[in-house]
């Protein structure tokens, strides 16, 4: 593992590349490669035994909480969108597996309220309860205008970010202890 590196030089410099993905993206299909910790990141199990439920698990920043839990002693669910995003959640996965913990992966869109329940269900079932809720998933598009926006766009930003926590933490709030977190990361 890298150990002691000065960040202002260890990792990529702008000016990066303007490669753009389809949504969703690929964290395979980055460049740079983004650093979640993989080789870096190391745990003092913090969190021994806790039982985490992160969406947006598969990539970005989702992946790298989802290791820097594991690594502190959690299990892990890991919820995901989409078939595209498989391959993503299976190194996600690897990673809290390699780490000794229990890694769950459900896959499925947040902005359907049966999904959610389904989410927050199967952490249950396969941990009891849950200590830390962390709603990380996100839609977001860049625009040059608010009048570039389509409505629909508009309805699944606000379905994903704002519906979506709701739909979570109203499910999740009855089966986490005196003491559990709810962390709203976009």
């Given amino acids: 593992m890298k150990q002691n590196l000065d960040p ?13 993905q389809p949504y969703p993206g690929k964290e395979n299909l980055m460049e740079p490669k983004a650093d979640h910790g993989e080789e870096s990141y190391i745990g003092y199990n913090r969190f021994t035994d806790k039982k985490i439920l992160i969406t947006g698990g598969d990539s970005g920043i989702g992946m790298a909480i989802a290791i820097a839990f594991a690594r502190e002693g959690a299990d892990v669910l890991i919820s995901y969108l989409s078939d595209e995003e498989d391959e993503d959640a299976e190194r996600t996965a690897g990673y809290v597996r390699a780490a000794g913990r229990r890694a769950v992966l459900v896959k499925g869109d947040i902005t359907d309220e049966q999904h959610c329940e389904l989410i927050v269900e199967t952490a249950v079932k396969e941990f009891g309860h849950i200590d830390v809720l962390v709603n990380n998933a996100a839609f977001q598009m860049s625009r040059e205008a608010l009048g570039d926006i389509p409505t629909d766009e508009w309805q699944l930003t606000f379905d994903t ?3 979506a926590i709701f739909y979570l933490c109203r499910a999740a709030i009855p089966h986490m202890p005196k003491g559990s977190s709810i962390i709203k990361m976009n």
């Fill in 161 to 163: 970010n704002v519906n």
């Fill in 8 to 20: 202002s030089t260890a990792f990529p410099q702008p000016p990066f590349p303007s490669k753009r």
